[in-house]
């Protein structure tokens, strides 16, 4: 039967979905062959030779942006054979571990408790389990190599000018605000400030355990783990934050064209409207800083389209 398929197929097609989707492929194209050979093939273009063989992202970028979809969006199998597909292609276990932490910012212990015992199980198969204990981060995390006024030279003259500023980081700490106005300038204020406002101790939790812990791990370089947050928000169609992570993507270093094939290989999985919704989001965003040429100066749409 897979003899069959490859020919009918082709190499390209079935070796390219083998190196994708590891052991489910044969299962899913001879599932695929056996009701609808005509959407098998369309398939096989569009997901597996066409938009899964695109060189815009290396292959440790898009198999951590779809380990952080799967996390999100609790596709369990898919998330499974990721992991191993990441594992396979020698990206680092610690790493993919670490996108899948990070998604309980966003996706709580519902989205993370079942990715970490997949994770946790493959890990154990594949003999890694203690190559991941000696890469542990110590308990405070990278507290202890931070430098108050080395990170202060990075913060943005308006926040410092902020009467807002002082009396938030004296109030919740700077390892903690200094991230947040680091990674979002002329913004994070007024998000700590709004629920300062409301709730302080919860607002201390918040920015501590967020931008004070998880987001100073430095597990995972800035880029990449803004680019998962862009396909994070695809996959579960949040529009707000993943507009401020497209702006904070390339903020790291990300280009353009690496933001949009984030939205556009979420097309793939997750389906046409909310890639359309985030690529729309994006042009706005592109437009609005003057920056549409880096990604081939689209005409403007009409809003009822």
Not at 102 to 123: E, K, M, N, T
Request: charged share 25%; hydrophobic share 40%.
């Amino acid at each position: 039967m897979a003899d069959d398929l490859r020919t009918k197929y082709g190499d390209l097609a079935y070796d390219s979905g083998l190196k994708q989707q590891s052991k489910a492929f044969e299962r899913r194209l001879a599932e695929r062959d056996a009701l609808d050979q005509h959407f098998t093939k369309l398939w096989l273009d569009f997901a597996v030779t066409g938009m899964g063989c695109r060189q815009v992202l290396d292959t440790r970028t898009r198999l951590l942006v779809l380990t952080g979809q799967f996390t999100m969006s609790k596709s369990h199998e898919m998330l499974e054979e990721t992991i191993q597909a990441a594992i396979n292609a020698g990206v680092k276990a610690r790493e993919v571990l670490e996108i899948i932490l990070q998604c309980a910012i966003y996706g709580g212990q519902v989205a993370v408790d079942p990715a970490i015992r997949i994770f946790y199980r493959l890990v154990k198969e594949n003999g890694l389990l203690e190559e991941l204990r000696a890469s542990q981060l110590p308990m405070d995390g990278t507290a202890s190599q931070r430098n108050y006024e080395e990170e202060r030279k990075k913060w943005h003259p308006d926040d410092l000018a902020d009467p807002r500023c002082e009396p938030l980081l004296k109030r919740h700490g700077w390892l903690a605000v200094g991230t947040g106005l680091r990674l979002r300038p002329k913004h994070h204020l007024n998000t700590l400030g709004w629920q300062d406002a409301l709730d302080p101790e919860w607002a201390g939790l918040w920015v501590r355990y967020i931008y004070g812990g998880m987001y100073t791990r430095g597990i995972v370089d800035d880029r990449t783990r803004l680019l998962c947050m862009v396909g994070n928000c695809v996959a579960v169609n949040e529009a707000v934050q993943g507009r401020a992570h497209m702006k904070g993507a390339m903020r790291a270093g990300a280009k353009p064209r690496e933001v949009l094939e984030v939205i556009l290989q979420s097309a793939v999985n997750f389906g046409q409207p909310g890639m359309l919704h985030s690529l729309k989001i994006f042009v706005e965003l592109m437009t609005k800083e003057g920056r549409l040429a880096e990604i081939g100066n689209p005409p403007q749409r009409d809003n009822t389209d």
